[in-house]
């Protein structure tokens, strides 16, 4: 999730980064597969531009890049093009279609969970699913426990990101005026420490 600084030094430094880690990184299985604008922070502090998702062939892959010696080098490039780059990674446990549909919209929930009520924000999913499907919407994919990157945030690591499909802006309002919501969201009040929530579309359409 990148917020890139725009002035001419960074865009030709971002081209330079493009230029040295795709490569090396195909070298070792990285692939693009999708990407989506964000159109509204709606909770976050963080303003990103988009959700971009790469995927390795597995997790020792991953580890074959980041050994390479020319890596740290490649790396250290990134506080000079982006006001903050955030990496999140997990393993995926199943095939996971990404297959992005520019008549759709998207919402992507970052949650960091109470670690004193470690079930209670999965109550509150398992609480609205339902009506998630009632109002157009389907869950894309839940990233557990993620490994978090970052070069301008001490954040610990969140314990899910939650990204949804929907038919039509405004899915999640219609989710919230409806009582099975109202009945869970004691759970997402107990279930977590901080949130941010995205609302987000291939063409970068105005929610």
């Given at each position: ?18 230029q ?13 597969e ?11 502090d ?30 250290a ?31 992507l ?99």
């Amino acid at each position: 999730m990148p917020d890139a600084k725009s002035d001419a030094d960074a865009n030709a430094i971002r081209q330079t980064y493009y230029q040295q880690a795709l490569p090396l990184g195909a070298k070792f299985g990285l692939k693009r597969e999708a990407q989506i604008k964000v159109d509204n922070a709606v909770i976050s502090d963080y303003k990103p531009s988009g959700l971009i998702f790469f995927s390795y062939p597995d997790q020792a892959s991953e580890k074959q890049l980041t050994d390479q010696p020319e890596w740290p080098a490649i790396k250290a490039l990134r506080p000079k093009v982006w006001n903050e780059l955030r990496i999140y990674s997990a393993a995926v446990e199943n095939d996971l279609d990404l297959n992005l549909d520019p008549a759709k919209y998207y919402t992507l929930v970052v949650a960091w969970t109470n670690p004193d009520k470690p079930d209670d924000y999965q109550r509150y999913l398992a609480g609205i699913e339902n009506e998630v499907s009632n109002a157009g919407g389907r869950f894309i994919y839940k990233m557990n426990n993620p490994k978090m990157e970052a070069h301008a945030t001490d954040l610990k690591a969140p314990g899910q990101l939650t990204f949804v499909e929907w038919d039509a802006p405004g899915g999640f309002a219609k989710v919230q005026a409806t009582a099975d919501y109202k009945a869970s969201v004691s759970y997402f009040q107990s279930g977590i420490t901080k949130i941010e929530f995205y609302e987000m579309s291939v063409n970068g359409k105005a929610q």
